[in-house]
């Protein structure tokens, strides 16, 4: 079983909104990834969990804040959201902690911030 | 800085025809992964190789790693419509992927 599971499947939030993104694996690994993609641009790192620490924040804005309340889930709360982050966010897994690893992506969630 | 280049960027060819895709770096990867991606779909894996000079067949697709693990490539055989997608190649530094810049493939039935 490769499955991570990502809810919700689209979300449509206002600029003053509060939402949180949901992600959750149970392969029993101890890396955890979020990652934004535009349209036709491949995925971009924001943060990663290794064993549930926050191991790598790739200078993403204050306004996206990440959380990891067990090794099978991770979720992602937005809060004052700008149009331009609208995008596809993916979350991603992989085995033993190290980002070198193979990954295995959610299906996303698609966001809209009007 | 870390750079995959994929090329080409888009590829349209009618089914039956045959295709190369190559994800080139200066770097060199501990591992590479490839991966098919659909319209607001996520990534889906299609292999990853991690020995220099490695040769993975997986039905029509035959993925090789460079001997010095810098390049890749991706050859398709008589393409079919269901390979259409944006095809990614990743490479495996230290504490992250490094993701190619993707090739878009159309296959026209």
């Known amino acids: 079983d490769t499955e991570v599971t990502q809810t919700p499947k689209h979300l449509v939030m206002g600029m003053t909104n509060k939402k949180s993104l949901k992600c959750e694996q149970h392969?029993?690994?101890?890396?955890m990834y979020w990652y934004k993609q535009k349209a036709k641009k491949p995925p971009e790192l924001m943060f990663v969990?290794?064993?549930?620490?926050?191991?790598i924040n790739e200078s993403v804005p204050s306004r996206f804040s990440p959380e990891c309340p067990n090794s099978s889930l991770l979720n992602l709360h937005l809060h004052a959201l700008q149009p331009e982050d609208s995008a596809l966010y993916l979350c991603?897994?992989?085995?033993?902690?190290?980002?070198?690893?193979?990954?295995?992506f959610g299906p996303g969630t698609r966001l809209l911030v009007l | 800085t870390q750079l995959l280049e994929q090329s080409p960027q888009f590829l349209s060819i009618q089914e039956g025809e045959n295709l190369t895709v190559y994800c080139n770096s200066s770097s060199v990867f501990s591992s590479l992964q490839w991966y098919r991606q659909e319209p607001g779909e996520g990534p889906v894996l299609l292999v990853t190789v991690v020995t220099g000079g490695e040769v993975k067949k997986l039905k029509r697709l035959t993925f090789q790693f460079g001997d010095a693990r810098k390049d890749s490539s991706l050859h398709i055989t008589a393409a079919q419509p269901g390979d259409t997608g944006l095809y990614l190649c990743?490479?495996?530094?230290?504490?992250?992927?490094?993701f190619g810049t993707g090739t878009r493939l159309q296959v026209f039935p």
């Open positions: 991603a897994s992989s085995r033993g902690g190290r980002g070198q690893e193979t990954q295995y």
């Open positions: 969990y290794s064993y549930e620490k926050l191991s």
């Open positions: 392969m029993g690994h101890r890396a």
């Open positions: 990743a490479g495996g530094n230290t504490d992250k992927l490094i």
